[in-house]
Every structure is written in C-alpha cells, then in structure tokens.
C-alpha cells in the first residue's frame, strides 16, 4: 500500500514563500515519478510540478515556472515543493502524487497514487 503525506500549507501573505513536503512509503521511491498538483474551489484539477525518479528532471506548469521548484530526497523518500513569490491566485489544496512515469502526472491522467492534500492560503 503506497502512502503519500504531505505537510507543510498555511497562510502566507502575497509575495512570500512557502516550502510543501510529501514523505512515501509503500513503494521504492527512487522508482517513481513524483508531482504536484492544486485544485482551487470551483476549479479542475491543475498540474504544478512534477520530477522524475531515476534522472531528476524537472517539469512546472506555465503558472508557477520560476516561481515554483520541485526537488526530490531519495534517501529520505520525500518530494518538496519551494514555492515563492506566491500570488492569491496560487491558493489552493496541493496534492502530492507519484506514478511509474512522468508522463501520467505531465498528462494529468491515470496517476496511480494521491496524498490527501494540504490547503495553501495567500492573502493580498
């Protein structure tokens, strides 16, 4: 059973910073991509990040690219999420995710695993 959990939301005025973490468990993770995705209210599900398992590469959504970076601890089995310079358009719940391949998180589709999210706040 995979487990992602993920920390790290609160409130945050616009133009600051805050750092998301997901730890797994259940899976060799250096095996598996890992993403981040939001979902703001009355809105589809967006795709944020997402960084691959065996190279590393780094993939952002139009919205957040430098602003957002995605990075990975394989010996710690954790994926964090450093957003800065964050706007009240960036409030939303972020999910952690985690498939085999990249290409599922890049297309938004089919992912095999979900943490339950974590609410990010940015106020004006």
């Known amino acids: 059973q995979v487990e992602l959990v993920e920390s790290g939301g609160g409130l945050v005025q616009a133009g600051g910073s805050l750092r998301l973490s997901c730890v797994a468990s259940g899976h060799t993770f250096n095996t598996y991509a890992m993403g981040w995705f939001r979902q703001a209210p009355g809105k589809d599900r967006e795709f944020v990040a997402a960084i691959s398992g065996m190279t590393g590469a780094t993939y952002y959504g139009d919205s957040v690219k430098g602003r957002f970076t995605i990075t990975r601890d394989n010996s710690r089995d954790m994926v964090s999420l450093q957003m800065d310079s964050l706007k009240p358009e960036d409030t939303a719940v972020y999910y952690c995710?985690?498939?085999?391949?990249?290409?599922?998180?890049?297309?938004?589709?089919?992912?095999?695993?979900w943490g339950k999210g974590t609410l990010v706040t940015v106020s004006t």
């Open positions: 995710a985690a498939d085999r391949g990249t290409r599922h998180l890049l297309d938004n589709n089919d992912i095999d695993y």
